[in-house]
């Protein structure tokens, strides 16, 4: 079992950054390819980025590809995804996610646990 909080969400304009955290409990962290996933009022939840356990292989999401960066450090149980040139259409509910399968997925269904999620607000 793996429990999931995310923190850092909030409101930011347009051009700005902001550092989202998702810390896990127990003892499994490190066995969790985790992932970040977004999705905004009315639309399906998408995938963001992920990092694998062991390597830290990333992977992301055309839209974002340059502008996030994701990052894990094991010893804190913590992953974190780091935001920068941040536009109106980043806004969403962010949620973290971990896969123990130990392949790359991006599908939602493919990710067991899951984060209550928190709100970022990018304004024009």
């Not at 998702?22 to 998408?46: D, L, V």
């Not at 123990?100 to 304004?123: C, E, H, K």
């Amino acid at each position: 079992q793996v429990e999931l909080v995310e923190s850092g969400g909030g409101l930011v304009q347009a051009g700005g950054s902001l550092r989202l955290s998702c810390a896990a409990s127990g003892r499994t962290f490190s066995t969790c390819n985790m992932g970040w996933f977004r999705q905004a009022p009315g639309k399906e939840r998408e995938f963001v980025a992920l990092i694998t356990r062991g390597l830290s292989i990333t992977n992301y999401a055309d839209s974002v590809k340059g502008r996030f960066t994701i990052s894990r450090d094991n010893a804190k149980n913590t992953v974190y995804l780091q935001m920068s040139s941040l536009k109106p259409e980043d806004t969403a509910v962010y949620y973290c996610a971990c896969d123990r399968s130990g392949y790359l997925r991006v599908n939602i269904n493919d990710y067991a646990y899951w984060g209550q999620g928190t709100q970022v607000t990018v304004s024009s």
